[in-house]
Every structure is written in structure tokens, then in C-alpha cells.
């Protein structure tokens, strides 16, 4: 559907910018635009598809960080055993579990 859209779109753009079409075919290609999409059902249907891409993007979203947090358990149980020792400490006198970044730029001002 999306494919077929593009193609009628591309073609009545191509028409337009395209060719010395007149001004009567114009006004007649943008007056069926203006009550395409004016139509109820289209924009009920518009309406819809962004409902449901938002609700898709949202649990994308939540899928996304059940999965990193799963991957995390999963490496610190295979893992936590080998990196128990290592050092914590943060380079360029940072804080711990800090950064550079963190600091008030406008402290020494």
C-alpha cells in the first residue's frame, strides 16, 4: 500500500513539476488532493496507523529494555566472577561512576 502511495504521489509530482501542465490541471490535481484528504475515512485511517505505530514504537521501546536488562544479568552471572577484582576507579580524578562530563562547567568562573 505504502508502494502504491509513493507511486501515484511521485507521478503527480513528476505532472506537476515536470511538464507545462496549465493552470486549469493544477487546480484540478490539488482540489482531488485537498478532498482526499478532507475524506473521513482517510483521515480516520491516518488517524489509526499513527495510534497503532505508537503503540508498536512503545513496546519496542519497553522490548528493547527488558532485553538489555536480561543481557546484563546474563553476563554478570556468566561473567561477574572474572571482573570482581578489577578496579573501579575512574580516570582524570573523577568521582566514582562519574565523568568529566558530570562536573559544572561554570564552577571555575
Request: no cysteine; net charge positive.
Amino acid at each position: 500500500m505504502k508502494a502504491k502511495i509513493s507511486f501515484v504521489s511521485g507521478m503527480v509530482l513528476g505532472l506537476l513539476a515536470g511538464s507545462k501542465i496549465g493552470p486549469r490541471l493544477y487546480e484540478r490535481v490539488s482540489a482531488a488532493v485537498s478532498s482526499l484528504a478532507a475524506d473521513p475515512r482517510v483521515r480516520h485511517g491516518a488517524s489509526n496507523a499513527g495510534d497503532r505505530a505508537a503503540h508498536v514504537a512503545k513496546n519496542a521501546g519497553m522490548s528493547a529494555a527488558q532485553q538489555v536488562r536480561h543481557a546484563s544479568e546474563v553476563v554478570t552471572h556468566r561473567f561477574g566472577d572474572r571482573f570482581n577484582s578489577v578496579s573501579h576507579s575512574a580516570p582524570n580524578g573523577a568521582k566514582h561512576g562519574g565523568s568529566r562530563f558530570d562536573e559544572d562547567p561554570l564552577a571555575d568562573q
